[in-house]
């Protein structure tokens, strides 16, 4: 067919997809766009380089940092802290979750409490768990669980409450028992959206990290960034924030690949 | 007391009713009000009996009840009042013996064609060896064999409600209750499909009750064409369908099967206009 329609009224049309070349173009501009402004503002002294550092400062001293291993050591604190905190709240909200959405039982007396819970600042309970759990890695976790855990109930539960209820019926009819429907049938049927939600919640526990690492802490990205602070660093809290950002970009894209291998049925 | 019986005992059936003997399915003075704001009176002393090997279509319009029937029946949901027995035993749950075709897609997602088949089989606990050679006989009576592996995602809608059927059937019921099964597809998918369960049927020789609003459908279908009224929902009439089997699809163009379906959408014209 004749290429009717001009690129402009291509990109222009609500919907419509656009060539994988344009994309990845427009990707790239982005970028460019924002670190040619990044270094516009810092190499022509629009900001001072005591507030903005230039692009090739920030380079220099994560070449630095990697060098005498520091910076392999505070991501690995900080990963750490991220990692155990979104574990152990994913292994009690999904199948407590699963149980939310499944059973109005269970639904009727958490949910008002999990709403209730999950509008609080998770900042305004360190001092909280500071008193309670000390200041050891165990604090950060809680931290990191407590920003994460009550949004993910709430998430799955409503992942659970959507699976269709003639799937269910289809399978009583085949056999299954009432008690067996949960694993058996709303469990996988609802896998997929489980896994976006765990996707989606990863990257809210890593946005507390720096929350988690605000005091008491002695190693980690989020208490580099603190001190560089103080030693007016910004070159230390630049690398920080990218490492971060750059982190959470592959734990997104790990559970993409995780979710296209568990769940290969689903698009 | 009835609970006690087994359902593939044929002495299950009650004893002393000689009417019983060949009666798969009967369904006494069951009544069914929603227990929502409004009450509606959704199936208002309905009864009827299904015999064995027997195709009985409920054809009505649409809200008057008939989805709602075959989903008491299914056991997926309380009479009011009234009972229905299945081989002699009260339904009271819902059991692999009496096997569900949904009008919407209910295959398994995440199971293999040949997976979604064989996971009654499996409910039941059949050895392996059997279980493969049941899912492969209804592969090929539904003629998927070459989609075996595939997932559902990768179907089309008729090859869905195949494997549906496939899947129903495989478990052995005592009833296959079918709830528009062909309601969702395309016209010339759904000529396909009723072909396809004619034959299967007439080779398996299974007890159906199947729930439609096509008048068409239910002829081409059942030995016997109950139709059913709305609001509330009640059985005005019964009509046995003497068209001989095999029936294929030209039936619709015979003078018998006009006369049939000219009775059918008079009474069910009777029950517009009194709507209106």
């Not at chain 1, 208490?223 to 950002?245: C, E, H, N, P, T």
């Not at chain 2, 592996?149 to 009833?175: C, E, F, T, W």
Request: proline share 6%.
């Amino acid at each position: 067919m004749a290429q009717r329609r001009t690129a402009w009224t291509r990109l222009t049309t609500p919907f419509a997809n656009i060539p994988a070349g344009t994309a990845t173009t427009l990707a790239l501009a982005m970028w460019i766009l924002v670190i040619g402004g990044w270094a516009f503002l810092s190499y022509g002294r629009v900001v001072p380089n005591m507030f903005l550092p230039t692009p090739g400062t920030v380079l220099e001293t994560t070449y630095r940092m990697s060098l005498d291993g520091s910076l392999f050591y505070h991501t690995l604190t900080s990963a750490k802290v991220v990692l155990l905190g979104f574990i152990v709240s994913s292994l009690i909200s999904v199948p407590l979750g699963l149980w939310m959405g499944t059973y109005r039982a269970v639904q009727a007396p958490l949910e008002p409490l999990v709403n209730f819970i999950r509008y609080l600042p998770v900042t305004s309970f360190v001092p909280l768990f500071i008193l309670w759990i000390g200041i050891g890695i165990e604090q950060r976790i809680a931290v990191i669980f407590f920003g994460t855990f009550f949004q993910q109930l709430v998430m799955i539960s409503d992942c659970a409450r959507s699976v269709s209820r003639d799937l269910v019926n289809a399978s009583y009819t085949l056999g299954t028992k009432r008690s067996e429907a949960v694993w058996h049938v709303i469990f996988p049927a609802a896998l997929p959206a489980i896994l976006d939600t765990l996707r989606v919640t990863m990257g809210w526990a890593w946005t507390y990290l720096v929350v988690a690492e605000l005091v008491a802490a002695s190693s980690g990205l989020g208490y580099i960034s603190l001190k560089a602070m103080r030693g007016f660093q910004v070159d230390v809290i630049f690398m920080a924030i990218a490492a971060i950002g750059l982190l959470g970009l592959i734990t997104d894209t790990a559970f993409r690949i995780i979710r296209s291998r568990v769940a290969p049925w689903a698009a | 007391m009835t609970e006690t019986l087994k359902a593939n005992n044929p002495a299950g059936t009650a004893p002393g009713d000689p009417r019983s003997a060949g009666t798969t399915m009967a369904v006494e003075d069951v009544t069914l009000r929603y227990s929502d704001a409004n009450g509606v009176l959704a199936l208002d002393d309905v009864s009827l009996k299904v015999a064995r090997n027997e195709f009985c279509v409920i054809v009505g319009p649409s809200g008057c009840g008939k989805s709602s029937l075959l989903y008491l029946a299914a056991g997926l949901n309380d009479a009011t009042s009234g009972s229905i027995k299945v081989d002699g035993r009260e339904v009271i749950e819902p059991g692999p013996d009496r096997g569900m075709v949904f009008q919407s897609y209910t295959l398994f997602p995440w199971l293999t064609v040949r997976a979604n088949i064989e996971y009654g089989p499996k409910r039941k606990g059949l050895p392996a060896e059997q279980r493969k050679q049941i899912v492969d006989q209804y592969l090929n009576e539904v003629g998927l064999a070459p989609f075996a592996d595939h997932y559902p995602a990768q179907l089309s809608g008729g090859m869905k409600q195949r494997v549906a059927i496939a899947r129903a059937l495989a478990n052995d019921p005592a009833v296959l209750l079918m709830d528009e099964p062909f309601g969702a597809l395309d016209s010339q998918t759904r000529g396909t499909m009723q072909k396809l369960l004619l034959r299967v049927w007439e080779r398996q020789q299974k007890t159906v009750l199947f729930v439609t609003h096509d008048i068409d459908e239910a002829l081409v279908l059942g030995d016997r064409v109950l139709v059913m009224t709305a609001r509330p929902g009640k059985i005005k009439a019964e009509i046995k369908v003497d068209i001989p089997r095999p029936r294929s699809m030209d039936v619709i163009l015979e003078p018998d099967f006009i006369a049939l379906k000219r009775r059918i959408l008079g009474l069910l014209h009777d029950e517009i206009d009194e709507d209106h």
